[in-house]
């Protein structure tokens, strides 16, 4: 790391970064390519962009090069972590509307997928489970932030509260 150039564009260390920044892709290494594939394709939709032989697969929606990848280079057959060690909490795949995250929920149904929890947190409402290799995942999609719970001075007042899967089971697209 002795090429990293001491100054920078003039930034500060602790001014934010640039808003437009996004988080692109998380890549897992999972134990059981075909499964992953099953869990990320079959039962999510997302769609396979390429394939790297029987280690690695790239899936994305809408076109994108991979929103997920999914490896077996260090974890062919491999065991989840221990509770108590330090990794991925769980990756958030961001719904458009609240109709595609109870189509989400429609698939998880019929695929027989359990549910963790499911929670309305003001700005946003999720889904959590796990996928086969026991990575934890969430669907949510976020409320207009106009409709974001405020504190007086404007601050976010986010929460958890139970979210009501009839009610969103009976959004339509």
């Known amino acids: 790391m002795d090429n990293i150039p001491q100054e920078t564009s003039g930034r500060s260390l602790e ?10 892709h998380v890549h897992l290494k999972v134990a059981d390519l075909d499964r992953a594939i099953h869990f990320y394709q079959d039962v999510l939709g997302f769609q ?13 929606a809408g076109g994108y090069h991979h929103h997920i990848g999914l490896n077996t280079w260090e974890s062919q057959g491999g065991h989840p972590p221990a509770p108590g060690t330090t990794g991925l909490f769980h990756l958030a795949i961001l719904y458009p509307t609240r109709a595609e995250l109870a189509d989400a929920l429609q698939r998880l149904i019929r695929a027989g997928i359990p549910l963790d929890g499911a929670s309305d947190h003001g700005v946003s409402e999720a889904l959590y489970l796990r996928d086969p290799d026991e990575n934890g995942v969430e669907l949510y999609w976020d409320k207009p932030q106009e409709a974001w719970p405020r504190t007086p001075d404007g601050g976010l007042a986010m929460y958890t509260k ?10 339509q697209r």
């Open 15 to 24: 001014s934010p970064i640039h808003p437009g920044t996004r988080i692109g």
């Open 162 to 171: 139970p979210l009501d899967l009839k009610n969103l089971l009976a959004e």
């Open 48 to 60: 396979v962009t390429q394939r790297y032989g029987r280690q690695a697969a790239f899936l994305a």
